[in-house]
């Protein structure tokens, strides 16, 4: 299984960006059985849960993202996205997309977000 992140880049305070992630070598059927998550880390500070989304498209925001990020999913395509609007120089990170399901997950390389003041 393969996670391939992509959409990052360099944007000023206020901008917009959307991260996509597209998943590989799984079956339909796991992938849209899954739950998918955005993760984010920040240079010097632990990885962090930003949103995830369930098979069900049951969404979770973590507060510092609430009302500027959206979650979403397309299980044809086996890819999941990460709308973020409003952004701020807080959101600066390496941007992780995760699948998991029952025991087992897997992660991508990451896309790297700079916003800039």
């Known amino acids: 299984v393969q996670l391939q992140a992509c959409g990052g880049g360099s944007v000023q305070a206020g901008g917009s960006l959307k991260l996509s992630c597209a998943a590989s070598?799984?079956?339909?059927?796991?992938?849209?059985?899954?739950?998918m998550g955005w993760y984010r880390q920040a240079p010097g500070k632990q990885r962090e849960l930003v949103a995830d989304?369930?098979?069900?498209?049951?969404?979770k925001y973590q507060d510092p993202v609430r009302d500027r990020f959206t979650i979403s999913r397309d299980n044809a395509k086996k890819k999941v996205y990460l709308q973020m609007n409003s952004l701020e120089p807080e959101d600066t990170a390496v941007y992780y997309c995760?699948?998991?399901?029952?025991?087992?997950?897997?992660w991508g390389e990451g896309t790297l977000v700079t916003v800039s003041s």
């Open positions: 995760n699948i998991a399901s029952g025991s087992w997950d897997y």
């Open positions: 070598g799984m079956i339909w059927s796991s992938f849209s059985n899954s739950r």
């Open positions: 989304i369930t098979s069900d498209s049951n969404t």
